[in-house]
């Protein structure tokens, strides 16, 4: 972090997004790339995305004999989902109630889409930054008939764990976390927000439940509160730590769904991860180029100093503190 | 690729560079950060990062009793290697000879902190886009005490392959595309370039030589002389395909050394990857984000395709192309 940087500069986010813009397919009542119209939405809006990476009927890619070309058919789904009818709003700026209806939203899709998908992800990309093309606060989520490399890595470490120690790797990771306090971010009765100790991301976070909860649909109506709560608190400070609409990566893993809900999965914990871009300020990103790609992670910053800073920011947003 | 794309636009790379600038701490002549006045070099010029992220006394974080909280002291050192007293050319514009003492230096480097280090990291961040702050055509090498994550999996899948097959992965892998040939992009009698069947990048490659090198420093006179020509054949059309000068990062990995040197690694096959952001154009990137992070890769082009529209590109660079 000492060295001077004379590299690439971004462009800050975009600050006056109009509430309703007439050729934002995202927008209620606008026509899609399809053709369809959207309804006069007034609360979460959910849609097939119009130019999806997995489909229902991908074809065989046939298979070669030699073991290194194999090839299977990734199927699924591609969803996009709206969080709210206007444009000029994100996660931190609606009302806790609204913030529970994108959760109670979350839920139902792991829920239906789990019966036959062995993989729900549900994930954000935030900001043009992370090559998200629409200002509109929006998700995406995609089922698919396997489970993913990141989540199958994650089982197996979770899975690996309990067997040795007989609990959950991140209920006990949780519980030492919010002992030792020097990586917390902002906590509750139900939710603790860490750097985690592995984080590689300069302001990376781990949202937990403090129970244990193998997926979102089983959050309580209690635990979808304070998830609410606890989400705005942490997109506040994120929002805060540079005095722009924080761009990031966010999702949620959570025990795999399909043929698994018939196995056992206590090895699982619910939990999100957010992955933010910025490094120096709200324009000098950290590049995860050279050494990382070819190498291993090179960190910037100490999750013990990233943690510090984003506890110490306050709670109330820039946009609505007086002043 | 079907999709319009209405998100963010990178700026272009410069294209006029001055061959000399005095405030370029990487220019013959010229101060650096800590007080030293870079000699008159006229080939490749090697000095020690002045903000190492990796050094050779870093103290022992201490240990943690508890399973889940471990770390050990990263010990390393960071070198910076300029290719050119030029900030003007680069390595496809560079001759044959520059660059062969480029990969003489390579080899050099290799063999000297090889001696101690189980890992010597070379590679190229080149162009803004990807984190690189200076024009000046330079690499960077980094050598730990550790086999770092990357290497650590390529060694692993390299031994089972062998183990099991009784032939290195990679050496197999390369005669099994020279003969399919539909993700060639050039090729000569030593060396292979191929755009990966497992690429996630667009315009990912894998540089690879014909016959068993375990590592650079092992490469003949003559092996060193075909992979100058080779670098330039690709590193043309990678700037043909857009016509700006183009952006990637670049690392080579072979054998480990230090302790390893005593070992069989047979199993090890000598390759380069070079990883380059842009996807539609100049200025439009491929975005790993989202998904890619929480979940797994998505490709936005095939391997086929990709190597199809490389390997029609011109030999001759767009800058000194005639008409
Ligand atoms: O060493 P540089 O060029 O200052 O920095 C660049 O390369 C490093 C190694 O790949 C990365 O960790 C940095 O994020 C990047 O900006
Ligand atoms: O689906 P979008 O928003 O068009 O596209 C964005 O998210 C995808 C999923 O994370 C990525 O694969 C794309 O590179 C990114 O630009």
Redo the contacts with the bound molecule.
Sequence with gaps: MK?PWA?QVEKPPEEHIPRHDSRNPLCPGNTRANGEVNPDYESTFLFENDFPALQPDAPDPGSDQHPLFQSKAARGVCKVMCFHPWSDVTLPLMNKQEVVKVINKWAELVEELGITYPWVQIFENKGAMMGCSNPHPHCQVWASNFLPNEPALSDRCQRAYYQKHGEPLLLQYAKQEAEKKERVVVESSDWLVVVPYWATWPYQTLLLPRQHVLRINDLTTEEREGLADIMKRLLTKYDNLFDISFPYSMGWHGAPTGPNLKEDNSHWQLHAHYYPPLLRSATVK???????MLAQE?R?LTPEQAAEKLRNLPEEHYKTREN
């Design positions: 060295r590299g950290k590049f995860m180029v050279g050494y990382e090179q910037d």
